[in-house]
């Protein structure tokens, strides 16, 4: 019995997490959604979040995204071509 309201406890601390970090800021994106804004696939996208090559947040065990830190880290992970 007190597992069950540790674990009811504990999702109610996730979910006001999640509206204090999400209340005026920008919302989150899920996995497919960051796969059709980098026009890669899901598993491209798990790769890369193993890798830790793309900002993520891992919330209630779902991967999330912010959509401006994908874009900042594609930009800065842009390389100039010399030809």
Do not use: W
């Not at 999640?18 to 209340?23: F, T």
């Amino acid at each position: 019995m007190a597992v069950i309201s540790l674990e009811q406890t504990v999702r109610a601390i996730v979910r006001e997490e999640m509206k204090s970090i999400s209340g005026d800021a920008e919302k989150f994106i899920d996995i497919k959604r960051a796969a059709e804004l980098l026009s890669c696939s899901v598993h491209a996208i798990y790769r890369r979040t193993c890798e830790n090559k793309i900002p993520f947040y891992k919330i209630s065990g779902r991967i999330l995204f912010r959509e401006s830190e994908l874009v900042d880290c594609v930009i800065k992970g842009r390389r100039r071509v010399i030809k």
